[in-house]
Nanobody, 124 residues
Framework: QLQLVESGGGLVQPGGSLRLSCAASGFTLDYYAIGWFRQAPGKEREGVSYISRSGGYTAYADSVKGRFTISRDNAKNTVYLQMNSLKPEDTAIYYC?????????????????WGQGTQVTVSS
């Protein structure tokens, strides 16, 4: 079964950190660019960060720039999103998505696989 599985979400206090993982099963991520997205209650899904197939190109939404870092370990077939200095407005369900292209498209269209999401809650 071809799927992406996110993990690492949870409840954290403002200013804290979490590292999300996106693991692929049934296929190799070597050929895929990856995007991380999030959706807060009552809001549209938004792109958070993107990484190219090789890992040489990354991009971030302005709201997370300087606080989040995307990376990938193709040997482990996993992509990560390190989230530091978390704020209450980062609270959302976080999804990863894979597209068989060199670069991930901006926006949430055109992806081949989506994970089920992991909840991140930032609250004191």
């Amino acid at each position: 079964q071809l799927q992406l599985v996110e993990s690492g979400g949870g409840l954290v206090q403002p200013g804290g950190s979490l590292r999300l993982s996106c693991a692929a099963s049934g296929f190799t991520l070597d050929y895929y660019a990856i995007g991380w997205f999030r959706q807060a209650p009552g809001k549209e899904r938004e792109g958070v960060s993107y990484i190219s197939r090789s890992g040489g190109y990354t991009a971030y939404a302005d709201s997370v720039k300087g606080r989040f870092t995307i990376s990938r370990d193709n040997a482990k077939n996993t992509v990560y999103l390190q989230m530091n200095s978390l704020k209450p407005e980062d609270t959302a369900i976080y999804y990863c998505a894979a597209v068989r292209r060199t670069y991930a498209p901006a926006g949430d269209h055109g992806y081949d696989y989506w994970g089920q999401g992991t909840q991140v809650t930032v609250s004191s």
